[in-house]
């Protein structure tokens, strides 16, 4: 996934000329894996130099969290980036340092395929999987707005924004027609919430309409995942908020055989792209590992 957005930035003649990408090595098992990614890239002879940045929390007097500015530098400079997995605390502590990297960078669009892996096998693997999650990546229940009404009731904001739905969708249907995908689907709950999940798919249909070379449905999540379980075969591209998308391509992921074969890429304006270990820090097996 990383090698061939490489490849595409810099076009057929330039493909072989090294091009600098940024390299979050991340927490726990991160700088393990990043370790061996920087080999087998360099086995496969892959036109890739490594900026290695180091990426923690600094809170500001205003109360918000940011990364350190020779990280942020380095994306921008570069365009392109990796990075491994974060930790972040449960239940306290800063706000995810991954979502104040895709906001620092306005990553906008969360690009997770679920494609099967010849030799791993699965139930799926007779038929085959082959679809691709569009997850918007800046709001909905992952805003991190949240404040304590009365001691003992706290409220969490599920922030939706026609601009970011909007955004989202062009993503998604821009991608299907790029990579000849047939169809897009929509997963939502706006039976239940009709102002927020409504606009989201408001956007959607709208987006729908500027592309009718691409089939769109829309469709309840909790019956997609029932579906998709029952029968891979019948999705595409899917496209769906914040929350919505984290869970369903954990779900696709194990249809495949688990979150360590499930690549993501998190895609922003003017072809700043950050691509992402999908699975946590797994503490354990580092602290295995150095024992």
């Known amino acids: 996934m990383l090698s061939g957005r490489v490849c595409k930035l810099l076009g057929p003649a330039l493909a ?7 390299l979050f090595p991340g927490d726990g098992i991160g700088p393990q894996i990043s370790s061996s990614v920087k080999e087998i890239f360099s086995a496969a002879d892959a036109p890739i130099e490594w900026e290695e940045h180091e990426v923690y929390p600094i809170l500001e007097k205003d109360g918000k969290t940011r990364i350190p500015q020779p990280a942020i530098d380095s994306i921008f400079k570069n365009k392109i980036g990796l990075k ?26 969360n690009v997770r395929p679920a494609k099967s892996v010849p030799g791993v096998t699965t139930p799926y693997s007779e038929n085959g999987v082959d679809c691709v999650i569009v997850r918007e990546n800046t709001e ?16 969490s904001v599920k922030l939706i924004t026609r601009d970011a739905s909007r955004n989202v969708a062009e993503y998604a249907f821009k991608y299907a027609r790029d990579n000849n995908r047939a169809n897009v689907v929509a997963l939502h709950k706006a039976n239940i919430m009709k102002m927020s999940d409504g606009m989201f798919l408001e956007q959607c249909r709208l987006v729908s309409e500027k592309y009718p070379d691409i089939k769109f449905r829309d469709m309840y999540l909790d019956s997609a995942c029932m579906k998709i379980v029952k029968d891979p075969g019948q999705f595409d591209v899917m ?40 699975h946590g820090t797994a503490d354990e097996l580092g602290r295995k590992k150095q024992g």
């Open 239 to 278: 496209v769906m908020p914040n929350l919505y998308g984290d869970i369903f391509s954990d779900l696709t992921a194990g249809l495949i055989g688990g979150l360590g074969l499930a690549p993501s890429g998190n895609m922003g304006r003017d072809g700043l792209a950050l691509y992402e270990a999908v």
């Open 16 to 22: 072989r000329h090294n091009h600098t990408v940024t």
């Open 84 to 109: 491994g997995p974060m930790r972040t605390a449960i239940g306290k502590g800063h706000v995810s340092l991954n979502l104040t990297i895709r906001r620092t960078f306005g990553l906008y669009a």
């Open 140 to 155: 909905g229940e992952y805003s991190g707005i949240e404040h304590t009404v009365v001691p003992g009731v706290v409220q």
